[in-house]
């Protein structure tokens, strides 16, 4: 048993995103990107089984994804998606967002 | 990929904790619960391989351990346990916690 505490994580860079490691097994990772207003997690994929969680801790922006693609995203809001699926993120205000990958990559 | 939204389940029942499944897979489970204030998810454990994170959201109260272990638990923590160990919630006021389990059970 182990706690982690996402409000010791809040750090933004108005360059480039920040990445924690939250928790890190066989089993899943977790990790914490802090996307500066106007900062976007580049869309991507990769070529493995398993899916991913994106949750919006804080802030809004847009979840991207194939072609271009945009949903909105606040507060609150949990993308689900295959690691095969083209996924990004798009920061409209600071945004804090968690991502559990599983399996880990 | 398909979003959900965490804001659409912020329900209480003053005697029961309420349940939401916000996604099923072979990779993994994301289960919102809703647990009034004084309210408790007992204790329990599977004999199975993996871990579950429980990250609270909203709201304050204990992680329940083995041998009534409790440590504090407010939002923005997020506990990382084994299926096999003890684990469970005590809810000091409404709590919204979301539970992630892989692979699910």
Redesign the interface.
Known sequence: ???????ETREFDPKVMKRFT??D?E??R?INFNLSAGLTFPVHSHDLD??L?I?VMEGEGE?L?RDDSA?P?KA??????DIR?P?GVRATTDMRI?V?I??PL
Not at 1 to 7: C, G, P, R, Y
Not at 76 to 81: H, P
């Open positions: 048993m182990k706690v982690a505490h996402f409000s939250i928790h097994s089993w899943f977790i398993g899916q969680s949750q979840y994804g949903i995203a609150g809001d949990i993308l689900v998606c699926e996924h968690l559990t599983a399996p």
